[in-house]
């Protein structure tokens, strides 16, 4: 039997730089060890480094078909000269302008492919770059498989926590419900806004943005597409907004700072989340399926510019009988970013 409980334990581990073994697979963390845990680890200096073919790409490591993948797995050789700094170096592309790398690299063929899969996509959930030392047989703090990391992600996991009015500055009459799993160290949240009117109501997907919504950044239009969604949403007379707790497109916040930096070196949103070895765009929208089922709502208006959200819902079972286009303007800041979206990502703007 799976035990979700492994994969909280397994990323508590790798925050703190312990190993992990996923199936065949012992992973030592190379954002968070350090050159005493590898020595531990791989006294015989021996272990490849895996990466996301993404990041592969950019070392020429990676073959057309891999790199147009950017999640998937790709090892690299341990080379005699690799050390820690240098797999750090390695692993990290933020840190490509300054730290000229070594070379050339050697990419070898990924024997357990399924499970160092599972082990790129444990880091992505983790909030971690997605790089480790890798040996087969090794020791490790925490065992576990990628049945344990999908349960530990099913969405059908979420139950409702908690309810309760919350007059907010746009609707004195919403009502905010906390949805979470068992394991899960955040919770997704919904405001109800309005009265059932016999229509399908209307719902604005918003993914967590502390620099957008908290900060007032203007690298992005996450905050006042909030703010202008909680008012659509209030005018509409019935609606629901979802808050998911999905920072980065599903990266998380560190990771999604590391993408700022990336794009201050002039990469886009779409080549940075690559670049760092992640997927365009990693959000589970079957969270928010599960809690429109939750609250008793199949049928929706989805006020969205993006289709790939209508698509993701609407595979999940639930049914957007209209779509309500969110449009907004842009500023010098956030002009190229909207941009992309448009172009590379198909957002109707």
Same mark, same amino acid.
């Given at each position: 039997?799976?035990?979700?409980?492994?994969?909280?334990?397994?990323?508590?581990? !790798?925050?703190?730089?312990?190993?992990?073994?996923?199936?065949?697979?012992?992973?030592?963390?190379?954002?968070?060890?350090?050159?005493?845990?590898?020595?531990?680890?791989?006294?015989?200096? $021996?272990?490849?480094? =895996?990466?996301?073919?993404?990041?592969?790409?950019? =070392?020429?490591?990676?073959?057309? !078909?891999?790199?147009?993948?950017?999640?998937?797995?790709? !090892?690299?050789?341990?080379?005699?000269?690799?050390?820690?700094?240098?797999?750090?170096?390695?692993?990290?592309?933020?840190?490509?302008?300054?730290?000229?790398?070594?070379?050339?690299?050697?990419?070898?063929?990924?024997?357990?492919r399924d499970d160092a899969a599972a082990a790129l996509r444990l880091a992505r959930i983790a909030g971690m770059?997605?790089?480790?030392?890798?040996?087969?047989?090794?020791?490790?703090?925490?065992? &576990?498989?990628?049945?344990?990391?999908?349960?530990?992600?099913?969405?059908?996991?979420?139950?409702?926590?908690?309810?309760?009015?919350?007059?907010?500055?746009?609707?004195?009459?919403?009502?905010?419900?906390?949805?979470?799993?068992p394991e899960g160290p955040g919770e997704h949240v919904a405001l109800l806004i309005g009265t059932p009117q016999?229509?399908?109501?209307?719902?604005?997907?918003?993914?967590?943005?502390?620099?957008?919504?908290?900060?007032?950044?203007?690298?992005?239009?996450?905050?006042?597409? &909030?703010?202008?969604?909680?008012?659509?949403?209030?005018?509409?007379?019935?609606?629901?907004?979802?808050?998911?707790? $999905?920072?980065?497109?599903?990266?998380?916040?560190?990771?999604? !700072?590391?993408?700022?930096?990336? $794009?201050? $070196?002039?990469?886009?949103?779409?080549?940075?989340?690559?670049?760092?070895?992640?997927?365009?765009?990693?959000?589970?929208?079957?969270v928010a399926a599960r809690m429109l089922d939750l609250l008793g709502q199949r049928e929706i208006r989805l006020?969205?510019?993006?289709?790939?959200?209508?698509?993701?819902?609407?595979?999940?079972?639930?049914?957007?009988?209209?779509?309500?286009?969110?449009?907004?303007?842009?500023?010098?800041?956030?002009?190229?970013?909207?941009?992309?979206?448009?172009?590379?990502?198909?957002?109707?703007?």
């Open positions: 039997m799976t035990d979700p409980r492994q994969t909280a334990r397994a990323i508590d581990a !790798l925050r703190r730089g312990w190993p992990i073994r996923i199936g065949a697979l012992a992973l030592l963390p190379i954002e968070t060890a350090d050159p005493v845990r590898l020595d531990a680890f791989d006294p015989e200096r $021996q272990a490849p480094v =895996l990466l996301s073919a993404g990041r592969a790409e950019t =070392l020429k490591l990676a073959n057309q !078909l891999e790199a147009a993948v950017p999640d998937a797995p790709v !090892l690299v050789d341990r080379a005699p000269w690799i050390d820690f700094a240098t797999a750090t170096a390695l692993a990290d592309p933020q840190l490509d302008l300054a730290t000229p790398l070594k070379g050339p690299f050697r990419a070898i063929a990924v024997t357990a770059l997605p790089a480790f030392f890798v040996l087969e047989g090794g020791a490790a703090d925490v065992t &576990l498989s990628s049945a344990e990391i999908d349960a530990h992600e099913d969405a059908v996991r979420l139950t409702i926590a908690a309810r309760a009015r919350l007059p907010v500055a746009h609707a004195e009459d919403a009502e905010i419900v906390a949805f979470r799993t016999g229509e399908p109501p209307l719902v604005r997907l918003h993914s967590e943005c502390l620099t957008g919504d908290a900060l007032g950044s203007l690298k992005c239009d996450c905050g006042p597409q &909030l703010d202008a969604a909680l008012k659509a949403i209030a005018k509409s007379g019935w609606g629901i907004l979802l808050y998911l707790r $999905q920072e980065g497109r599903g990266i998380g916040l560190v990771n999604k !700072l590391r993408a700022y930096a990336l $794009q201050d $070196q002039g990469f886009d949103t779409v080549d940075a989340n690559t670049r760092l070895g992640f997927a365009i765009d990693a959000r589970d929208f079957g006020l969205t510019n993006n289709p790939g959200k209508v698509a993701g819902l609407e595979a999940r079972g639930i049914t957007v009988t209209e779509r309500v286009p969110h449009f907004l303007p842009t500023n010098p800041h956030n002009e190229q970013y909207l941009a992309t979206k448009r172009d590379r990502t198909g957002h109707q703007l």
